[in-house]
């Protein structure tokens, strides 16, 4: 069992930057995949980064690819979310995610096995 927790997220203005930060309970956090998704108003869940249980690879969706980076610290069992020129279609409700199988980079929602209550990220115009 893996308890997630989101923070960091707030208002900011456009072309500013964030960093989300995910704390994770249990003793495993090193054995999980991670992953950062985000849900606007009105849309469905997308897949916005995912780190692998080294840190040693990392993937992204092509709309935050150059401008996110995803980290972890596994001796802080914490994933981060390093968001740098924000845009205000960025503005979304954040959650970080933990999947079980090492063996893949996931960016299906559904195939996750733990999630955060996820934190809001507004970014103004």
């Known amino acids: 069992q893996v308890q997630l927790v989101e923070s960091g997220g707030g208002l900011v203005q456009a072309g500013g930057s964030l960093r989300l930060s995910c704390a994770a309970s249990?003793?495993?956090?090193?054995?999980?995949?991670m992953g950062w998704f985000r849900q606007a108003p009105g849309k469905e869940r997308e897949f916005v980064a995912a780190i692998s249980w080294s840190g040693r690879t990392t993937y992204y969706a092509d709309s935050v690819k150059g401008r996110f980076t995803i980290s972890r610290d596994n001796a802080k069992n914490t994933v981060y979310l390093q968001m740098n020129s924000l845009k205000p279609e960025d503005t979304a409700v954040y959650y970080c995610?933990?999947?079980?199988?090492?063996?893949?980079?996931?960016?299906?929602?559904?195939?996750?096995?733990?999630w955060g209550q996820g934190t809001q990220v507004p970014v103004s115009s």
């Open positions: 995610a933990a999947d079980s199988d090492q063996a893949r980079l996931e960016t299906r929602a559904h195939e996750y096995d733990y």
């Open positions: 249990g003793r495993t956090f090193s054995s999980y995949t």
